[in-house]
């Protein structure tokens, strides 16, 4: 179930396993979901990952969002390459041009987003959770403490991986973006 709260700029992942023993007694404010979406225009869904590949409900939202590409990222110290290097790459915040569509097939992670105001929310994901975020979004990635992820990319007319870290203010992406910021998501 994704799970979003606003965090530190700087908050860092490995703390998380520390934090999590505290959370009993310093649990984060979660956002809801349809302020996730007001500030920052990131979508959320559940998807039942038994039968991702055929069942309706994804297919569904294929259509509706004209996504007609996929792939799937295996996080793994032995499954993917540059393993590190990658998951450092992951974790700088950027934006793309296109919308980053992520469906979690396993483990957990955590996507951070900037909001209207550049103040970082983070949002947990765990197996079924689908995210998209708008093309033009200032973000970043990272797995939570287990270090494992599977997640199944979802792409519009074209499998896009162009990327851009911040600053990239002056992008057509991200200029449209700020526009519909503006407008209101
Ligand atoms: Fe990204």
Same mark, same amino acid.
């Given at each position: 179930?994704? =799970?979003?709260?606003?965090?530190?700029?700087?908050?860092?992942?490995?703390?998380?396993?520390? =934090?999590?023993?505290?959370?009993?007694?310093?649990?984060?404010?979660?956002?809801?979901?349809?302020?996730?979406?007001?500030?920052?225009?990131?979508?959320?869904?559940?998807?039942?990952?038994?039968?991702?590949?055929?069942?309706?409900?994804?297919?569904?939202?294929?259509?509706?969002?004209?996504?007609?590409?996929?792939?799937? *990222?295996?996080?793994?110290?032995?499954?993917?390459?540059?393993?590190?290097?990658? *998951?450092?790459?992951?974790?700088?915040?950027?934006?793309?041009?296109?919308?980053?569509?992520?469906?979690?097939? =396993?483990?957990?992670?955590?996507?951070?987003?900037?909001?209207?105001?550049?103040?970082?929310?983070?949002? @947990?994901?765990?197996?079924?959770?689908?995210?998209?975020?708008?093309?033009?979004?200032?973000?970043?990635?990272? *797995?939570?403490?287990?270090?494992?992820?599977?997640?199944?990319? *979802?792409? @519009?007319? =074209?499998?896009?991986?162009?990327?851009?870290?911040?600053?990239?203010?002056?992008?057509?992406?991200?200029?449209?973006?700020?526009?519909?910021?503006?407008?209101?998501?």
């Amino acid at each position: 179930m994704v =799970k979003a709260w606003y965090i530190d700029g700087e908050e860092l992942v490995t703390d998380e396993k520390v =934090k999590r023993s505290e959370r009993h007694l310093n649990p984060p404010q979660y956002i809801s979901l349809d302020e996730l979406r007001h500030r920052t225009g990131v979508q959320c869904e559940r998807v039942n990952v038994d039968k991702y590949d055929t069942d309706d409900s994804l297919q569904e939202i294929c259509r509706e969002k004209g996504y007609q590409y996929s792939d799937i *990222l295996d996080i793994h110290p032995q499954r993917l390459e540059n393993y590190h290097d990658k *998951l450092a790459a992951f974790y700088t915040e950027h934006m793309h041009p296109d919308d980053e569509v992520r469906l979690v097939l =396993k483990g957990s992670a955590y996507f951070d987003v900037r909001d209207v105001d550049n103040n970082w929310i983070r949002i @947990g994901v765990e197996r079924g959770d689908m995210l998209n975020l708008v093309g033009g979004t200032y973000h970043r990635f990272t *797995l939570d403490c287990d270090g494992y992820g599977k997640l199944f990319r *979802l792409f @519009g007319s =074209k499998a896009d991986w162009s990327s851009f870290n911040r600053p990239a203010d002056s992008h057509p992406a991200r200029i449209a973006y700020v526009e519909k910021a503006v407008m209101g998501f």
